[in-house]
C-alpha cells in the first residue's frame, strides 16, 4: 500500500470498513458464487475458506472459525462497493472509511467526497496494523 500510496498517478487512497464485515459471510454461499462468477480466483478461495480456521488464545484455548473472512486477507477485501455491495450482504461503514489524499489533491477529494460521512484527511490513518499516510503522522505519538 505504501507503493501505491507514493506513486506518482496516484491522487489517495480510500480506507473502507464494513459492518461486521468479517463476520458476517456465509462461506458456503460465498465458495459456491465465486466458482461460478469469478472461476479464476476460485481455487484460491477454496483453499483458504473450505475448512474452518483454527484461533489459537493465550492460555492454550483454541476456537474455530467457521464463518467471515479472515482480517487482512486481500480476497475478504476486493468487494468494497459502497452502490452494490449491500445487494450482496456488504454494508459500508462509511463513518469509519477515511480517504487519504495526498496534499496537492486535498481540495479536490473533499469536492468529490462532499456530502457523505467519509472522512477526508493528508495525514494518515492506520492500515491493517501500519501507518498509511505522511511521514509525520508515522512518527506522530
Not at 72 to 99: E, Q
Request: proline fraction near 5%.
Amino acid at each position: 500500500m505504501h507503493a501505491i500510496f507514493k506513486a506518482d498517478d496516484t491522487d489517495a487512497v480510500l480506507l473502507i470498513d464494513a459492518i461486521n464485515a468479517f463476520n458476517a459471510l456465509n462461506r458456503g454461499a460465498a465458495l459456491h458464487n465465486i466458482r461460478v462468477l469469478c472461476p479464476v480466483i476460485a481455487a484460491y478461495a477454496i483453499n483458504t475458506y473450505r475448512q474452518p480456521a483454527r484461533l489459537f488464545i493465550t492460555g492454550g484455548k483454541e476456537i474455530v472459525s467457521a464463518e467471515g473472512t479472515t482480517q487482512g486477507d486481500p480476497l475478504a477485501m476486493g468487494s468494497v462497493l459502497s452502490t452494490s455491495g449491500p445487494d450482496f450482504g456488504y454494508f459500508p461503514n462509511d463513518k469509519k472509511c477515511w480517504i487519504i489524499a495526498k496534499p496537492a489533491k486535498e481540495e479536490n477529494v473533499r469536492d468529490v467526497f462532499k456530502g457523505t460521512s467519509i472522512n477526508v484527511t493528508v495525514q494518515g490513518q492506520k492500515h491493517l496494523g501500519a501507518v498509511l499516510g505522511s511521514r509525520e503522522y508515522l512518527v506522530s505519538p
